[in-house]
């Protein structure tokens, strides 16, 4: 029998993965968190439609079909979770939230694997540690086995269930049996880099390197890992039928039971570059054409089959029952607690035989699962499927794929490439909207693209830059008209950058402010483009005051130095309303209130226990919240109380918090670190800070804090950290699930800080909800962050609300202490020219599929060349109108000399 070596390599960019219709494989885009979606068939028109689905934040890392529903999907990600999609047709829309979400709780997760006998179950792979996790009773794993030494590279169930084995970076091959013991029953040293699968019976297949770095396959017998008992060395350029990223050849082997218990049947050589090749199941090969195996390969632009033939003097009129023995049907032989008690039940066999084969019954109705994150340790809830339609945005594309045969020989047929482009998606029907309200919110921002703007806008040859400001400081800052950069040249200096003066910057020396002493936080005051205030090591606040038009010398006065800290300022917050109030944090466990006017300190809040991370002034700007690395989060009435008027449990990390107000002042977002040093969103009723967060989402491990951007008028918040790549972004709804993950953005490099510009920068002709600027070593890039919407000529109403004008100032700041409040009037962002989406004609409803009646009619070819030349004579005008040559008069035929 032959045996695919499974394509899904630990870490590659791509892999592929297929049953016997659908076949899927990651793609690049959204940071690897994208799937692409294609039937094993065409379709009638002789062509395959490839659908993406934006499954994860992250990385695929490794996907699973279920062999007992063709339509169910795990996948697992680097964003530390599992999920179950039940698919449907490519043609169709596909579901826009899995059925079910597991987070393990153990970091970024590598691979996926079904139980070949038993429902619901799954083997799970971490970084270094097998786990064995029924889906049904969610709350956490059945069994976490040894941990490895080093990460793990693959694992593969024996066909019967009852044994797992694995393969590892240190070398070692395991065998496990994890409902007797959580530690190998067999383990064994092998190659270095080796993929593992359970070939036939009690054989291991493996494949890696030799002491040479020569490729090889060796078959190993699990009962005696002692040495392998077969070897085949492979040349420098395949792999065991899988061939290795970028490879143009195939290879297939026959396992046997006797002499020689391995080799080699086949090379095929492809005309395209190898991404990923998965095997489509015997069920759904064509057995009267004798074809015994089929292979789907991945390259960059195409999936093409290759077919393997066993040549048959009857081959299209017989079944030949001597190629084609009884195979593993689709029901599970029992469920995964039968399974975890100590069943051993196996999967009823099928024939092959077309005429014999038991006709498919259409499904059950079930119910459809509640949307729900599941975590190790949370408690226990009922899960339920339903079967019908499901659906989501996709986007899918026809692509010609011409087949390829290959018959077990050295010299198979080669492939050839094809093309592919995109066609936009139908609009969801009434069921699939209906079905997307049971699963519960869902985000219009969810497809939302991060795109740097046009170079032209670039500041680059910035030099200099100083990369260790603190980490309560975002690192640079920007308002509408400018940007300010602290340097690393002593004395704390900060270069000034006018955003109207775009391009190189000269190798010079540029003029600077002279901050005199090193930068612990600076703010742009949010009404004056002109002000900008900076804190220092020496406990001190300077004002300055940056000329109009940028500047042209260096600044060495400030306009303004505030006193009263006794120790190192942590951070300073304009006020989002009063004109000329700052509040500003300190070593020394004050916050402290400052008028600018009057020059002088106003107030002093206690009752931080150590250092505080972070502060945010709440929408209507009458309490100001911390959080503190005591642990606390606190809320402050500034005019009312010098303590807090709430308190209430902050993340446990002890590395760093930010903090912001969201869902109009109802609600605080921190972002920081758990007891783990894992970074995490927490959620807390700004009315119920006792209570400590009612929700939270784990955003990976990184030792830099997420400095959150808020977006008042679409409920978006967008996060990244100091020397992150990557720009993370949620919605945030005042219910379950509280946080809506969506597309996320990475720059091509580290950036150094992130900062917002005000809504009015945003371009809505090309639905811009945000334009940053990013830092990086040497430039200052812009960012915009645009939804995908197809009828641009229209105002997208629906995502721009009037928008505050927090630019200017709504009373001063004498006003505000005196106990007076205001609010910022708002504006359109409209432009006059442009018409609502919300007010454009509606669309005639075109049909999407011509009336049967012209599938039923057979034409005759006459009537399909008529046809066809009546469609070019409409293309190319009146045949009637006569053409200038027709007028020519030509010679005798006679006259023609020979």
Known sequence: SCHLLSSKHLNDTYFSLSNSKLVAFNTEQAGGGMLGLSSVKPGSDGQWTVTQISCHSDLVTDMDFSPFDESLLATCSGDETVKLWHLCDPALEQPSSPELTLRPGQGRLELVHFHPTSSGLLAIGTAKSPLIWDTGRQDSPLAVLEQHSDQLQSLSWKQDGSLLASSCRDKMLRVFDPRAQLTPVQSLQNNKDSRILWAKDDFLLTTGFDMMRGREVRLWDSRKLS????????????????????????????????????????????????????????????????????????????????????????????????????????????????????????????TLHPDKRPKPKAPPAKQMPAKKEVASGGSKEAFTIMDPARGCSTSSSPLSTPSSSAVPSRSPSSTSGLSSGFLPSPSPSQSVKAIQ???????????????????????????????????????????????????????????IFERSQPGRQPDTALPTIQNSVNVADFSWDPFDTHRLAVAGDDAKIRVWQVPKGGLKETLTEPELILQGHTEKIYSIKFHPLASGLLVSSSYDLTVRLWNLESEEEVKVLKGHQDQVFAMAWSPDGKLLATVCKDGKVRIYDPRKSTTPVQEGPGPEGPRGA????????????????????????????????????IANAQVGVSPSTLIPFYDHDTSVVILTGKGDTRVHIYELVPEEPYFVECSSFNSPEPHKGLAFLPKTECNVRDVEIAVGLMLTKTTIEPVAFRVPRVKKEFFQDDVYTDTAVWWEPALTASAWLSGSNGQHRKISLKPKDMTPVSEAPKEAPVRKYLPSSVYLEEKTDEQKKEELLSAMVAKLGNMDDPLPQESFEGVDEDEWDD
């Open 658 to 693: 930010r903090i912001v107000w969201v869902c109009e002042g109802k609600y605080l977002l921190v972002s920081g670190f758990d007891s783990r040093s894992e970074r995490g969103l927490y959620l807390y009723s700004a009315d119920s800070l006792s209570s400590g967060a």
């Open 437 to 495: 309200n049971l699963l519960g919110p869902t985000s219009k921002f969810r497809h939302i693209q991060g795109a740097v703007m046009h170079r032209d806008t670039h500041i680059t040859n910035i030099r200099g830059l100083n990369l260790t400001t603190p980490g309560e400081c975002d690192g640079f800052c920007v308002n509408s008209q400018r940007v300010a950069v602290p340097l690393s040249i002593s004395g704390g200096q900060i270069a």
């Open 227 to 350: 040495s392998s008992v077969s070897t085949v060395s492979l040349v420098s350029d395949v792999v065991m039928f899988c061939s290795a990223q970028g490879d143009t050849v195939v290879d297939c082997f026959e396992v046997s039971s006797s002499e020689p218990l391995l080799s080699q049947v086949s090379h095929c050589i492809t005309d395209a570059s190898t991404r990923g090749v998965a095997m489509v199941p015997k069920l759904a090969l064509d057995v009267m054409s004798c074809e015994v195996m089929r292979v789907l390969q991945l390259t960059d632009s195409c999936i093409v089959p290759i077919s393997y033939h066993v040549p048959r003097k009857n081959s299209g009129q017989e079944f030949h029952d001597d190629l084609y023995p009884d195979t593993a049907g689709t029901t599970p032989a029992m469920s995964a607690e039968e399974w975890w008690q100590g069943g051993n039940k196996q999967v009823e066999k099928v």
